[in-house]
């Protein structure tokens, strides 16, 4: 097997069709985090096959959602080392993509990722959530916020949803137990603004791990209180 046919067969199974185009940038960026993963760290996920299922399939499993379609902007919340962000932009060439990442030397591996890629309509940030939101020109202002492994769902609300317009949505990408964490953070989501409409447990292809998609809707304007400073977020949930 080339060290790509594992991502062919499971975009298969998801219904995406790769072009060579799409195929010659997942090899490419495969091949500079390898590369970069040896200076930096970026991730413990190493192997040809579990990139491929663990990072590239399951950023792309989101596109399962009726979300996608028309020009949408999008914010990755603490993207690491691209995910989900730039397998969704190699796919969908029509979102408007903002990484978001704390650690800077992780924005400096993603802007040689999208300079190799030649991805355009997409910028990679150094900052925390928790200030951006708080800026004009990120409030309330993207179509869509994700983000994958960065905080529990009460934590990530106060991060995610400041960024979403009203009727826009905030999706987490959760592993298989979600019962618990949905429930300790219903009060989070309503005090942002923001509504529960849809919980979608999938297995990875090729593989029979299982992972969740939780969707929030944003229902009402967030209080300008939220998000608090001082590591609140993250040290006292709401
Ligand atoms: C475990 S990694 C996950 C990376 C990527 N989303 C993935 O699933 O592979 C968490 C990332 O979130 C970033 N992060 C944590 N807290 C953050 C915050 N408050 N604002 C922005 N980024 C944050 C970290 O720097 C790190 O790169």
């Known amino acids: 097997m080339t060290n790509i046919d594992i991502l062919l067969k499971g975009t298969q199974d998801l219904n995406l069709k790769l072009t060579e185009e799409d195929k010659a940038r997942f090899l490419n960026y495969k091949e500079l985090l390898k590369e970069w993963n ?26 399962s959602l009726d979300l996608f379609e ?8 603490g ?66 916020a994700i983000s994958r492994a960065v905080a529990s769902l009460d934590t990530l609300s106060e991060y995610c949803l400041p960024f979403v317009k009203v009727g826009g949505h905030f999706i987490a990408m959760k592993g298989p137990d979600i019962e618990e964490e949905l429930n300790s953070s219903r009060n989070a989501i309503k005090l942002l603004g923001g509504n529960v409409v849809e919980t979608k447990i999938i297995t990875l292809p090729e593989s029979d791990i299982v992972h969740s998609l939780i969707v929030i809707e944003k229902i009402r304007q967030t209080s300008q209180k939220y998000p608090r400073g001082g590591g609140k977020p993250r040290k006292n949930p709401l």
Request: with cysteine; charged share 25%; net charge negative.
């Open 38 to 63: 040896e200076k930096i760290n970026i991730t413990t996920i190493t192997q040809d096959s579990e990139i491929d299922i663990k990072h590239f399939l399951d950023s792309l499993t989101c596109l």
């Open 79 to 144: 993207t690491g080392g691209g995910f989900p962000g730039i397998p969704l932009k190699i796919m969908k060439d029509n979102l408007n993509i903002t990484l978001l990442d704390s650690l800077n030397k992780r924005i400096n591996f993603l802007n040689e990722v999208i300079k190799v890629l030649d991805l355009k309509g997409i910028k990679a940030i150094h900052g925390r959530a928790e200030e951006l939101s708080r800026q004009t020109e990120y409030r309330e202002n993207f179509s869509i």
């Open 70 to 77: 028309g020009n949408k902007t999008l914010i990755d919340i």
